[in-house]
């Protein structure tokens, strides 16, 4: 019996020893991820080990393997909640940066402070004087009295009447604008609407447009310039060889029933002459649309509307950043969760200069900071606005308003400076993103490489059972035999 018994402890001190040697094992195997233990305890091999040692193997494993994961898994998922964490955080002050660029780039930009409106007054004859007026961003402020006294228009030339449809005589009719002639073939059978078409579908036509009239006398046909001006004037001949019926009928058309004429106007008295009504060039960057002859005054003055908007949107823009960074900062006591950029050094940097930037003075302006144009700061950190304060000073001096914003030591300048550098591709949130998105990757490869080296270390456990298995069954089938030996012994000795 004692030599069965010894059987006994040698198998539990054996099953001791493979047990410890696996957790000797563990402690130099890095760890992988739970799911390799779950993939392989569910295969036939695993599930089968432990019939010859009596041991639950598979929970054994299990336990081994998550034992040796634990830490290096907790390591890596805890620095990839940060690292994303963090590129959230930094991609949304972005965000919240570029809108407020945006409104910098309007605040900032010439064309803000160029912008001007033009108008005729009124006068005897029309509510909108002699026309009306448009500006360009070069125009210049200023009044000015203006005389129109001849209105721009086009020749017109009208034939006699002639039967409908009656046939004027075969020959060629030369028409000039200009330098340019377009001479019209007229066949012995041609009506005036025949040599109407075909004067409007010519190829070469220099300008004149061609129509029949059909009024209580017969046909007539009326010649019209396409373009107002004495230099859009036309003539018109009849070719050599012509017919004295279409001889006739050029000689008609070439005596104007209303000869083209320039519009004639003075400007502060400076006499001006305009092929249209369309006038450019007399005043830069002003453009004047004539309807009327008259008397009228043209004022010119800088546009404050487009100021005002982007004043309003670089507040809103503002406030928009500062409640996203307020909450990207924040901290509730009560339930102790931080915004994700907490104490974030590039944050607090930001924050710090942009509002040393917003209470700063200009130097040399006469309104000197934000507050005195109205825009003041709440305890929050947000922009209030005060649209009096700001179109009071818009009124009597918007130059003084474009200087405080837009100057080379401008609020806005400032600004738009600082922006630019932290949130440039090359600037330091794009750069702290990337080097994050750098660490998310390695992590990634980290977390392959522990569950390939779980993979195996699994493997090593399952082997490692899979011998004591073997040798567990021939030990118990020892046992048995020795058992057997010992009963028949024991049965011819009594």
């Known amino acids: ?32 991820g739970s799911s390799s233990v779950a993939n392989i305890s569910g295969t036939g091999i695993l599930s089968s080990l432990g019939l010859g040692s009596g041991l639950d193997v598979s929970s054994i494993i299990t336990a081994l393997v998550n034992a040796a994961e634990a830490a290096p898994q907790q ?42 409106t033009a108008s005729f007054s009124a006068n005897s004859t029309s509510a909108s004087g002699v026309g009306t007026a448009s500006t360009l961003p070069d125009a210049s402020p200023g009044t000015y009295a203006v005389d ?12 006699s009447a002639y039967g409908s449809g009656a046939a004027v005589g075969a020959g060629t009719l030369d028409i000039t604008v200009g330098a340019n002639t ?21 190829s070469n036509n220099p300008g004149v447009t061609a129509s029949v009239v059909e009024g209580t006398n017969g046909d007539q ?6 373009q107002t001006g004495t230099a859009n004037a036309f003539s018109v001949s009849a070719g050599s060889g012509s017919s004295s019926g279409l001889s006739t009928l050029a000689s008609q058309l070439n005596s104007p029933s209303s000869a083209a004429t320039n519009a004639e106007l003075t400007i502060a008295g400076i006499p001006v002459t305009s092929a249209t009504n369309t006038v450019t060039g007399a005043l830069t960057g002003v453009t004047m649309n ?40 924040s901290y509730n006591s009560s339930t102790g969760q931080a915004g994700v950029l907490l104490g974030d050094p590039t944050l607090d940097a930001i924050q710090n200069q942009i509002s040393q930037v917003i209470s700063s003075t200009v130097s040399g302006n006469s309104i000197g900071n934000m507050a005195s144009l109205g825009i003041t700061r709440n305890s929050d950190g947000s922009l209030s606005l005060n649209s009096t304060t700001l179109a009071n000073a ?3 001096n918007p130059s003084v308003v474009q200087n405080l914003f837009s100057s080379t030591n401008g609020v806005a300048t400032q600004l738009s400076s600082l922006v630019t550098n932290y949130n440039s591709s090359t600037g330091i949130i794009q750069t702290r993103i990337n080097d994050l998105n750098t660490s998310v990757s390695n992590l990634s490869s980290q977390q392959t490489a522990l569950n390939q080296r779980m993979a195996t270390y699994q493997e090593q456990l399952v082997q490692q059972y899979t011998n004591l298995d073997t040798m567990m069954t021939s030990l118990n089938n020892t046992s048995s035999y020795l058992t057997e030996l010992e009963k028949q012994s024991s049965s011819s000795s009594s």
């Open 221 to 226: 046909l009326v010649l019209t310039s396409t």
């Open 148 to 159: 129109v006294t001849q209105l721009a228009t086009a020749q017109t030339s009208v034939s």
């Open 290 to 329: 004539l309807t009327s002859t008259g008397n009228s005054t043209l004022t010119i003055a800088q546009s404050t509307a487009p100021i005002s908007s982007a004043v309003n949107d670089f507040v809103t823009a503002y406030n928009e950043y500062n409640s996203e960074v307020s909450q990207l900062a």
């Open 75 to 116: 390591q890596i998922t805890n620095q990839t909640n940060s690292d994303n964490a963090q590129i959230a955080g930094l991609t949304a002050l972005s965000t919240a940066l570029t809108g407020l660029q945006t409104a910098l780039t309007e605040l900032t930009s010439s064309s803000t402070y160029q912008t001007y």
């Open 182 to 202: 377009m001479d019209v073939s007229v066949s012995s059978s041609d009506s005036l609407q025949t040599i109407a078409s075909n004067i409007n579908s010519a």
């Open 1 to 32: 019996m004692s030599s069965i018994s010894s059987v006994g402890s040698s198998t539990s001190a054996l099953s001791s020893a493979i047990t410890g040697a696996s957790s000797t094992s563990t402690g130099s195997t890095s760890s992988t």
């Open 394 to 396: 818009l009124s009597s």
